[in-house]
């Protein structure tokens, strides 16, 4: 594996925990997708996710999943020009006025939005 | 067996959906929310060390703790993927540490915080009998600004050696910076350093970051530092 997939392998590590706490209280015996909301700006690679998953999930009731993934794409606000403006640049450059924002609408999110459950 | 007829195939899986709508990052947040209540009690202030590898975050600390009056409380808990040489290197400047060893881990979490404060009593530094704790975290400009620690504050060193751009190459890090202190500012006419670049970049990934220099080796900056941190 891939030494920058670790970070990603750690987040799936939680995510397996609270996949199988919740597959377990819903007296479930198979998970069959799991959606998750992964923003732009999260620092995570949704290719890294699926190889995590596919490793952790492994053995599990779990296994074989369909990860759904939900890319949001980045929204800010520009205080001066006081409007909302989508930018795919990491720098949130507010493209009427050209200064950085200092506030992030969506796009950092880290969500496990849903899961499918079997029965 | 199929409800439809009996054809003898196994029942077609029954998808059940059921809302989450959770952070993968709720664990650690809540932990991280522990730990805070544990540093409010005790009534000690709490700094999150960040950088990529080699930008002097032990030696930072080495001259702070050289500098820091001796009626200041301080200790250190400091995170590497392996050995115990930064805790060992903090101990003979006279700062109380425990080495976190993350194994393959590429940064701190709140829970391995919360275990090294366990350690931390143990050697004989509880909590309440602190002012302030210096995490060091592994040397790493991505993965860290994902996990919260429970810290009062967030500070991200960048060396006069690594290039004035840094901030624009890893902006989620340098974003969530209260503090960026510019380390080895005395090499920095040797290497070139443009400060006016360096904050250019700064400010627009960290437009409300305090920066300051520093050099470890000449003293520079860091009573300033040292205010900074306890301001």
């Known amino acids: ?119 | 067996m199929c409800s439809h007829c009996d054809c003898g195939l196994p029942a077609p899986p029954v998808a059940r959906k059921v809302l989450l709508g959770e952070s993968l990052l709720a664990r650690n947040n809540h932990q991280a929310a522990h730990n805070q209540e544990h540093f409010r009690e005790a009534g000690v202030q709490v700094v999150n060390v960040l950088s990529s590898p080699g930008t002097g975050k032990t030696a930072l600390l080495e001259a702070l703790a050289a500098r820091a009056p001796s009626t200041l409380r301080l200790a250190a808990l400091v995170g590497d993927l392996a050995t115990d040489r930064d805790a060992t290197r903090l101990q003979q400047a006279g700062l109380p540490a425990v080495q976190i060893t993350t194994g393959q881990v590429c940064h701190l979490d709140a829970a391995m915080v919360h275990q090294a404060l366990a350690r931390l009593e143990e050697a004989g530094h509880p909590l309440a009998a602190l002012d302030l704790l210096l995490i060091e975290n592994v040397g790493n400009l991505v993965c860290p600004a994902s996990f919260a620690l429970g810290e009062d504050r967030r500070v991200v060193l960048l060396s006069v050696t690594e290039g004035e751009d840094k901030p624009l190459k890893y902006p989620a890090t340098f974003h969530s910076a209260d503090l960026v202190v510019i380390t080895k500012v005395d090499l920095a006419e040797a290497v070139g350093f443009d400060r006016a670049l360096a904050d250019h970049a700064l400010r627009q990934v960290a437009p409300a970051a305090r920066v300051l220099n520093t050099s470890a080796r000449t003293g520079e900056g860091i009573d300033a530092f040292l205010e900074a941190l306890l301001g």
Request: proline residues 6%.
């Open chain 1, 1 to 119: 594996m891939p030494f920058d997939a670790i970070h990603e392998l750690s987040l799936m590590v939680a995510l397996a925990e609270r996949v199988l706490e919740v597959a377990a209280r819903e007296q479930s015996e198979r998970v069959l997708a799991i959606h998750l909301r992964v923003g732009h700006l999260a620092g995570v690679d949704p290719l890294a996710l699926r190889t995590a998953a596919e490793i952790v999930l492994a053995g599990t009731v779990a296994q074989g999943a369909r990860l759904a993934i939900e890319e949001v794409p980045p929204a800010w606000w520009c205080g001066p020009c006081g409007m909302e403006f989508l930018a795919s640049d990491v720098l949130g450059r507010c493209p009427a006025c050209g200064l950085a924002s200092r506030q992030v609408l969506r796009g950092q999110e880290l969500l496990l939005h849903a899961l499918e459950l079997d029965p």
